[in-house]
């Protein structure tokens, strides 16, 4: 599923525009279906008649707020009971001012936003909309005279309760203050408007408010919504968290952009949410005269004696996702552990130090041979930071290159780059790195909350500057080579155990042994990886699921690909 930035957006709209669809007519559309979805959603769960029905719009002055009025409009020749409640003062844009002038008669207006003028007195009563009472207004109109500044207070009590009343007796609640190109944060008073206690259903018109459309931060106090209805594609942001969790549920609306218009912003890096039909070719068709070699073969280096479990999960993991040979090349005391969980392997002892962690010079020739009798290499899982293992790392991606099997650095592999970033110069063949945002950071020297709000871009760069496939793990896990950027929507918190990236390391070993492109087979084995958590959380509950309950759900997982294929 095509997914945009807002960038993107506004390109497409302006070539919507030259193809004969105007922007007028695109509101117009954006409106009739916001309008749609309301009457539907009240008509099929509230089950009031419209007259009944209460539905209060929270308005900007740009064109989020203009697809409002013109939803506003259409619903009240309904019958439904509207309020348009406008936060940041009158509409500037062109199209909105026509929205708002077409508005019925029949629409209730309260003004959401203070008197500038009255600023320094609302500020010295601390006057919001957590501290006035009812009472208070009541005790002020007792009053037989009111001094200038009681005045102000009266408006402002009075104002503050009336959006306070129309928001709280709403039974839909709409918010179209903010759109696609908001970045930075919420004021003090539209947050606390959006903290109001309502028992309403909210609606965000193409964007929780106080959300940032292309990178998925938000500001404090962004409009918690149950559902995003939004035009044309989703937006990037939209993929991830935290703004993904406050969208709720999204809906996207078709507004009659022409398909022509998409060339808008062919040249530019696409980008794209990962469904079943994204992943149409995986898993391959089995025939009846197949052999194991036609599946590929995955050599796993990984493990060490204190971490024996992750060495098995990859193979488990690949075994899983369909390959046709797996080895693991690890040391003894994981090969016994893995012979058991994994019989299916086959296996190659490594020399390893006194501690239990992987040679290098010992174990290099062993190692080239195997990489060059492999379709792919999966190296890092449970491995250790050591001399020795930061020389093997360097060691097995140079010979990646040469060898010409696909490469995927996880877990310590990823640390012991960290320790030598000059590993991934010049790489030519296909390497793909899988870090969740603490390797990330360590990669990049920096915190990872700095990787957590700027995953998009942080991704993107890193693909771009070594010309490899970053698997940035987390909620909305991203896909990213030098041309596009995927993110993932299966998966679930159940998932947040150790184990969990062994396996997904094996399963796209797997996937690339079987001949996908770096780019392909990341996308196929995040979404199977996720597709078979989801199944697990569903059979044993997210609260007490194990990595190897994700192993044993990927034959689910396939059937369920598989019957979307067949739907399809």
């Not at 740009?62 to 506003?72: E, I, L, P």
């Not at 996207?252 to 808008?264: Q, R």
Request: with cysteine; proline share 3%.
């Amino acid at each position: 599923m095509r997914v945009v930035t807002p960038k993107q957006m506004g390109k497409i709209e302006d070539r919507s525009e030259k193809l004969g669809v105007s922007k007028r007519q695109l509101m117009l559309n954006a409106g009739k279906k916001l309008s749609e979805r309301i009457d539907s959603y009240c008509k099929q769960e509230l089950k009031l008649p419209p007259e009944a029905t209460n539905i209060t719009f929270l308005t900007g002055t740009g064109n989020n707020g203009g697809d409002c009025f013109a939803a506003a409009a259409l619903l009240v020749y309904k019958g439904y009971q509207i309020t348009m409640i406008p936060l940041c003062g009158e509409p500037k844009t062109e199209l909105a001012k026509e929205m708002t002038q077409a508005l019925p008669d029949k629409v209730t207006v309260i003004q959401g936003y203070r008197d500038e003028t009255a600023n320094a007195a609302i500020e010295a009563a601390e006057l919001s909309f957590m501290t006035v009472q009812d009472n208070d207004i009541d005790e002020l109109k007792k009053k037989k005279e009111l001094s200038p500044v009681e005045n102000i207070l009266l408006r402002e009590k009075e104002r503050i309760a009336a959006v306070r009343s129309a928001i709280v007796s709403a039974d839909v609640l709409v918010d179209g203050v903010f759109g696609t190109g908001f970045k930075g944060k919420l004021s003090n008073d539209i947050a606390s408007i959006f903290s109001i206690g309502t028992t309403a259903y909210k609606i965000a018109v193409d964007v929780p408010s106080g959300g940032n459309s292309t990178n998925g931060t938000v500001s404090a106090g962004t409009f918690k919504a149950d559902e995003t209805i939004t035009f044309g594609w989703q937006k990037t942001g939209m993929t991830q968290y935290p703004l993904k969790k406050l969208c709720g549920s999204i809906h996207v609306a078709d507004i009659g952009i022409p398909g022509a218009a998409v060339a808008a912003v062919e040249g530019e890096r696409q980008y794209h949410r990962i469904d079943r039909f994204e992943i149409s070719g995986y898993p391959p068709k089995r025939e009846r005269d197949a052999h194991k070699g036609q599946y590929g073969k995955v050599l796993i280096i990984a493990g060490s004696s204190s971490m024996r479990g992750a060495a098995a999960f990859a193979a488990l993991g690949a075994l899983r996702a369909g390959a046709g040979l797996v080895r693991l090349a690890s040391v003894m005391k994981c090969i016994d552990t893995a012979s058991v969980l994994a019989p299916e392997a086959t296996f190659i002892e490594l020399a390893e130090d006194d501690r239990g962690f992987m040679l290098f010079e010992d174990n290099q020739n062993a190692i080239k041979e195997a990489m060059e009798d492999s379709d792919a290499v999966v190296i890092g899982c449970g491995m250790g930071v050591t001399t020795d293992t930061i020389q093997l790392t360097k060691f097995v991606v140079q010979t990646a290159q040469s060898c010409g099997c696909t490469l995927i650095i996880d877990a310590d592999g990823i640390n012991c780059i960290a320790k030598d970033i000059d590993i991934l110069q010049n790489i030519t063949k296909d390497v793909i790195i899988t870090p969740h945002p603490g390797e990330m950071a360590r990669l990049l020297s920096c915190e990872p909350r700095m990787i957590n709000d700027n995953r998009i871009v942080v991704a993107e760069k890193y693909a771009e500057k070594f010309g490899i496939t970053v698997v940035l793990k987390g909620a909305g896990t991203l896909i990213c080579n030098d041309r596009i950027t995927a993110a993932n929507h299966t998966g679930n918190a159940g998932m947040a155990r150790g184990g969990s990236g062994d396996i997904l390391a094996g399963i796209i070993g797997a996937v690339s042994a079987q001949g996908y492109l770096p780019h392909e087979a990341a996308c196929a084995g995040v979404y199977l990886h996720g597709l078979a958590g989801d199944a697990a959380a569903e059979k044993v509950g997210m609260d007490g699921m194990l990595p190897r309950d994700i192993i044993d759900c990927i034959p689910r997982a396939f059937a369920l690909i598989r019957e979307k294929q067949k739907a399809k």
